[in-house]
């Protein structure tokens, strides 16, 4: 079956640097995806590895190693806002990539 | 502001009503997706669809209704809801199978 694992809380402080693991099981695989959700929002799109290696978008990089199932979300210089809960996410091929499953989300804290 | 627009943003209902959420986008995606989130858990997949046919139903029960009158479109028909189905829904869509997917900023439901 498919299953993802992440750390359900992390706390930091106000410019530190947080990094937010996943590991994943897979019958197949089309890439690791991150989103952020603020309580009471929506999920927004942070960042997709479909190749081994570090993607990075500002404060916020992306690793992925494909031959240990592994990614990790690095947030830098965190901020308040930065408080939410993140989610990994992986596409199931099975279904020609059309279904994503969630982890169960990392509640992120920024401490002042 | 998101891409995606749902409507309405709330809605109460009783166990014997019959309403429709409604999901709208303009960015030229063709597929679409309905996950329900409950609070403190991942988004989990409902429906998917695929130029405008349903690719994926996860045994979602028949009192929830998908239909894709067109490509921007996406509508949720409910019925006969029970109070377990009060949720966060997500409206989703994506450009290519293995792409980022963009949420509205969801319905919550709540069920009397």
């Known amino acids: 079956g498919q299953s993802l694992e992440q750390p359900s809380e992390v706390t930091a402080v106000e410019g530190a640097i947080v990094q937010i693991n996943c590991t994943y099981q897979?019958?197949?695989?089309?890439?690791l995806s991150w989103y952020q959700q603020h309580d009471g929002g929506a999920p927004t799109f942070l960042s997709y590895?479909?190749?081994?290696g570090l993607e990075e978008t500002g404060r916020f990089s992306s690793f992925l190693s494909r031959s240990d199932s592994y990614g990790y979300l690095l947030l830098q210089e965190l901020q308040m806002k930065d408080s939410a809960s993140y989610f990994c996410?992986?596409?199931?091929?099975?279904?020609?990539?059309?279904?994503?499953?969630f982890g169960a989300g990392t509640r992120l804290f920024v401490k002042a | 502001d998101t891409e995606v627009t749902q409507t309405p943003k709330h809605l109460v209902m009783g166990m014997t009503n019959k309403k429709s959420l409604k999901c709208e986008q303009h960015?030229?995606?063709?597929?679409m997706y309905w996950y329900k989130q409950k609070a403190k858990k991942p988004p989990e997949l409902m429906f998917v669809?695929?130029?405008?046919?349903?690719?994926i139903n996860e045994s979602v029960p028949s009192r929830f209704s998908p239909e894709c009158p067109n490509s921007s479109l996406l509508n949720l028909h409910l019925h006969a809801l029970q109070p377990e189905d009060s949720a966060l829904y997500l409206c989703?869509?994506?450009?290519?199978?293995?792409?980022?997917?963009?949420f509205g900023d969801g319905t919550r439901l709540s069920i009397l």
């Open positions: 897979t019958s197949g695989f089309y890439g």
């Open positions: 989703a869509s994506s450009q290519e199978r293995s792409g980022p997917q963009h």
């Open positions: 996410a992986v596409r199931d091929s099975g279904t020609g990539g059309f279904k994503t499953i």
């Open positions: 669809y695929s130029y405008e046919k349903l690719s």
């Open positions: 590895n479909a190749l081994d």
């Open positions: 960015m030229g995606h063709r597929a």
